[in-house]
């Protein structure tokens, strides 16, 4: 397991942008897909995107995809052991609390379940 502690969240008019992070430990980052889940108030944890740990590649959650598409990017950096969620024209159904999380090897998984790492959220409000 690696631990995680994700951070940039804040409060922003709709319309507005932020940057989140999530900072791993650990030496085998690389070996790790990472994902970004989100939970409204009141509603279940939902997948939004991953990015591989072999090629990189990313993945957006279909539930998701067309609230978020061209909206949000997922990328990493595995010298930082960092991985990035970039969220612009932001809509007050972003509002959620934002977690990152990772999972040893995994090809591919919307599931929370298939994800053994955790970091504490961070909460984003959008206002109107």
């Known amino acids: 397991q690696v631990r995680l502690v994700e951070s940039g969240g804040g409060l922003v008019q709709a319309g507005g942008s932020l940057n989140l992070s999530c900072a791993a430990s650990g030496r085998t980052f690389s070996s790790y897909t990472m994902g970004w889940f989100r939970q409204a108030p009141g509603k279940e944890r939902e997948f939004v995107a991953h990015?591989?740990?072999?090629?990189?590649?990313?993945?957006?959650?279909?539930s998701v995809k067309d609230s978020v598409k061209g909206r949000f990017t997922i990328s990493r950096d595995n010298a930082k052991k960092t991985v990035y969620l970039q969220m612009n024209n932001l809509k007050p159904e972003d509002t959620a609390v934002y977690y990152c999380a990772a999972a040893f090897r995994l090809h591919t998984s919307t599931s929370e379940y298939a994800y053994d790492s955790w970091g504490r959220g961070t909460q984003v409000t959008v206002s109107s």
């Open positions: 990015v591989r740990w072999t090629s990189g590649g990313t993945y957006y959650a279909d």
